[in-house]
Each structure stands twice: as C-alpha cells, then as structure tokens.
C-alpha cells in the first residue's frame, strides 16, 4: 500500500459505509424508504442507518413494531406502488418469521406476472459469527439462493459494503444484501482489500466475483469475513511455497462461473469455504458447477470447508471447531494442496 | 355514497356467476390445468364493494379473487384469459387463477392465506408517503384471519391510523375447519376494537347491506381516523376447490342452503318484487350478460398459451439467473 493511498482512506466503520450508501439513494430519490425495527431513533442496532431518520424524517425512516410479516409485505405494496422499499431484517436468523413475503412475494410477483411488475425492494440484513450462539450466528445466504427471484450479496470490504449497497437500492430487482455482523464496527484502515471508501456516489457491481490475490496452485473461493481470513492465510502459504488465487464471490446469486472456471482451470484444485452450513448449500454448488462447466479432467481435486451441519454452538471452545477463520483454512489448503 | 342501485349490483353479480360459470367450465375440459377456487355464493360482497374504489385505491385479494378483480374493474377478457392461463392474460400466462395483477387499477393476488393484509398496509403507507386521500382493501377470509398477519397488519394500521380496510368473507369453513372450532370469538368484527379501529358485521347475503357498509368503512379509512373491520358473511357454496369431495360438510345443511340461501335468487327477488322490475326485460339483460360471458370464453378459448421457450423468462429485469 503505497503511501498516497494510506492518505485516501478514510477513518470510517463498514457500518458508516451502508450509511452513506442509503443517505446518498434517499437524497437523490424521493421514492427510496426504509422499513424496520430500531433503524430510525437508534440508526441501527450495528448503525448501519445512523442519522437517516434525522434527515429524511420518520415516515421515510419507520421504526417498525416488531412485525417483520407485516413490514415485509408492506414492502412488495410498497414496491406495487412505485417506491423503493429498504427492509432491514435485524438479525438474518429473524427470517423464519417473515420469509413467506420474501420469497413467495417480493421474489416470485416479477415472474409470475410475465415481467409486468417489478420488485425494486433490498432486503439487508446481518449474518455471521460473533460468538452469539445458534440462534444470531447465521449467514444463510444458501437458504435464499436456494430460492429464485432474488439477487443475494455478501460484500466483504468497505469500497462494495457502500457501492453494492447503492446498487442494490438502484436495482430493479429484489436484493437480499447479508452484511457480517463482525465486519460492520470494523475501521476501513484494517482491510487488506477495499479500504478506500470515496465520499461521492459510486454503484460497485451485482453480479461480479474479484480475484484478489493471483495464485497457482490452489482457487479459493469464498465470500464474507473469511475473504479477509484467506488472504491472510494466503500470505502464510506463501511462505511455505504455496500459491493462493483467492476469489471474492461478491454475489451468491448469480454466481460468476466465468471467474471462478478460469482460475480453476488454471490452478486445478478448488476449495470452497464458506461459513454457512456445508450441506445442501453454496459450497456444492460452486463445485458442482465447476466441474459441469471445465470437466472433471480439469478440476483434479475440490475440498469444501464451511459449518458442519450442526447450529452454531455458545462456547467459544466449540465455536472454534466449527467456524472456519485463518487457521483453520490453512490447514484446509494444505490438505488440498498435497494431493497431487 | 353510491349511486348504483340495486338493479345496478344486481347484474353485477349475475356477470359474477356467469364468469366463475365459465371458469367450472375450463375446469370441466381441463383447459385449467391448476387447481381453481371459486366464489360461488359470495357475489353479494363482491358486488357490494361496486361504487366505492377508483384506480387510486388498491385491492388486495386472495385465491378466491375472480370476483373481487371484477369488482375492481379489471377487464373480463385478460382476467379470464390468465385463469385459462393463456398468453393473452393479465400476466401471459405465468401467473395464473391465485396470482392476478393489475397495477394500473392497484389489483393484486396471493395465493398464500393470510398474506393479503401485510401488502395491503403497504399499499395503505403509500397512501400516507404521498399524501392522496386513497384506501387499501385487504381481503382475507374467517381462515386467513387467524393468521399472524392479520394481527400485526391491523396493529401498524391503528398505531399510524393507516387507511387499511380489511374486508373478511367469513364463509364459515376454512377448508374443513368451521369456524366456531378455529376462532375464539363469536365475530371477527368484534377483534376492530383491539387496534383502534372501525368494526362492523354484516349480512353477506344482502348486496344493500354490503355497500352500505363497506362505503361506512371506505369512509372511514379515508377520512384518516384509521383502519377498519368489515366483517360479510356468507357459505361457500362449492368445495374448497374444484375437485374438493368436500365431505366434511353436512350435505344435509349445504343442500339446503345452496337452494333457499343464494344471493343471486334473493337478490333477484328483490329486483323484482320490491324494485318493481319488469321481468322480460331483466331476463333480457341477464341474457345479454350471459352473451358476453360466453364471447369472451370462446376467444379466450381460441388464445394460445405462452411459448414454452419463455419459461426462463422474467426471473431479473436484465441478466439470468445462471
């Protein structure tokens, strides 16, 4: 990191980021509003919609009581009649009470009704592991995907938590935006990746992976906190003559094959890792769809490595067997990489 | 209030009978693939909301819509081509009988009891966003009203005195539930009171009453004082669906009910009797109205369904999926 840069990062959280990202949409479009328990008086139980209702007054900012069914349907009449509902789903463990608006609504009304009405909604909501136990640990991006109708992103830096927050809000189609509960108090300045945040507006894309670290022998490929986890174990590797291509998802749904194909059919060996649950979920589909699209002769060796089928447990003790971080990554492309 | 009169609401609900007539007959030669819910027996409701909503207002309905739709003003012919699922309907064909949308006249569907009200409210803070001085209809019916939406869609509507009106067609079965078994109360009128609003119960036999009421309500909303609870009821008078053995009945019961109780006969009688209403000439117009129905079933029987080749279609406004 040159020096020049060092001086263009700016001493903001990621929650400031989502903040500004909104502010900017609200300003700019009349027709942009938010729905939401503690968004308005409190900005936000991680503050990611700090200051909005003080400018945009409390009919475009509503707290909402405690009625996620009722605030998520409220959005699909709300896109019906032209505006751009914001949805903040607290937690994204919260979904089990609401998801019927989500996925049978807001996802399914643009194709059932041959295109005829759009659904410009962005449900945000915050995942990930902070020590919360099985009940506010989720990520879940696998569960919307599973479901058509929506476009899911997981930004992991603070440049796409403000640009694909403002183009989710741009988007003519229902966004599920998943933020990481422990990536949102962090400072910009401790990023490896994406700390440059620009004060103006700026769209970053839907539906694009990044290669951030160009490798040989193995494709990483993973989304969220543990991008930054994997370029840090890709700098470790290194060291001991192992070559990392570390591939940021960005987006869950449409996944960007092209990408992620390229490397593999490079490096040969891919590993998934992923911190929602391994079964029936993103990491088989990225293999899967790998080696349907470059051939088993091309993907030599796949490893997968997210949360074992078990809810997420108390202890930190047990926490740590189950969540992948840097460590446990590392042992994971190592396992990868002596197979030959 | 209303101009119409009840000669006026009359008609109406013979064009209602006549539509969902010719719908069991889609079903009958299985041009209607799916699964169809009529409301037979309950067009003195629909026809009592006739009068009272413009293109402003929205509605919000729910998998026994046909008459509903009507009442609102979508057109018959794209109406009755989706539920045929033809390419010429409202949604060409990819929505079908639970799922009609007209977004110009603010009318919608869901095929999910109990999700109606929650999108209705958003239609209802539109209202309040943009400051017109329009209503929102959520239809639900005495099963969906036991649904956690109903509570927290009428909560929101009385704590910001949202013009939501909710309209329960209490047929008294939910499938094969009746309703003394699976609600707490001897009305669902009488709940209004728990979310500071207007509540009402009403014979959904008797078209007058209806309008009547449902203009009250209409008022009501509109006037800003907050939501409000109308309450019809009314029998279902065939299956849950088409195809429904509906054993769970007392045939006994329903027999007679569909013979002495139906509205389009007492409403009829009252046209005649009480109206004064020539017979020939009013046999005349139920005999044009049949007309129609039946020109619009042979074209929407002459349409062609979607290209198959479209079925990957409309997921996203731009890009697929995969």
Known sequence: MSIASEAAVRNVNVSQCVAEAINLEMDRDASVVMLGEDIGRSGGVFGTTRGLQRQFGPDRVRDTPISEMAFTGMAVGLAMEGYRPIVEIMFVDFIGVCLEQVYNAAAKIPYMTGGAVKMPIVFKTAGGCIGSAAQHSQCLWGLFAHLPGMRIVVPSSPYDYKGMMAAAIDSDDPVVFIEHKGLLLRKAGSFAHGREVPRERYLAALDRAAVLRPGSDVTLVTLSLTVGESLAAAAVLADEGISVEVIDLRSVVPLDFDTICASVAKTGRLLVVDEDYLGFGLSGEIVTGAVERVGTSAVRHVLRHGVPDVPVPAALSLEQQIVPRQASIERAVRKLASRS | ?322
């Open chain 2, 1 to 322: 209030m209303s101009t119409l009169t009840l000669r006026d609401r009359y008609l109406a609900m013979v064009r209602m009978r006549r539509f969902e007539e010719a719908c069991l007959a889609g079903v009958a030669d299985r041009e209607i693939h799916g699964e169809v819910h009529l409301g037979i027996g309950q067009e003195a409701i629909a026809a009592g909301l006739l009068g009272y909503l413009t293109d402003e207002d929205a509605l919000v309905s729910t998998h026994r819509n046909h008459l509903h739709a009507l009442a609102k003003g979508v057109p018959m012919y794209p109406l009755m081509a989706e539920i045929f699922e033809k390419r010429t309907g409202l949604c060409g064909g990819f929505g079908g009988h639970m799922h009609i949308f007209d977004l110009p006249r603010r009318f919608s569907t869901t095929g999910i009891v109990g999700s109606t009200l929650p999108v209705a409210l958003g239609h209802a803070y539109a209202a309040r966003l943009s400051g017109r001085a329009s209503v929102a209809v959520g239809v639900t019916g005495d099963g969906g009203a036991n649904a956690g939406g109903f509570h927290e869609s009428l909560n929101i509507a009385g704590s910001l005195r949202l013009p939501l009106v909710v309209l329960i067609e209490n047929n008294e079965w939910a499938i094969s539930v009746p309703f003394e078994e699976s609600t707490a109360t001897a009305t669902l009128a009488e709940r209004a009171v728990s979310y500071r609003a207007w509540g009402k119960r009403v014979d959904g036999l008797d078209v007058l009453a209806v309008a009547s009421a449902f203009g009250e309500a209409v008022d009501y909303a509109r006037s800003g004082l907050g939501p409000a609870v109308l309450e019809a009821t009314c029998y279902r008078f065939r299956g849950h669906y088409e195809g429904d053995p509906d054993m769970y009945r007392p045939a006994g019961d329903r027999d007679a009910r569909r013979r002495d109780r139906d509205p389009l006969l007492i409403t009829r009688e009252s046209v005649v009797v009480e109206g004064g209403a020539d017979p020939v000439s009013l046999a005349q117009e139920e005999q044009a109205i049949a007309d129609e129905v039946d020109t619009v079933l042979a074209a929407v029987r002459r349409d062609l369904m979607p290209d198959g080749m479209q079925a990957r279609d409309h997921v996203f406004t731009r890009g697929t999926a995969r």
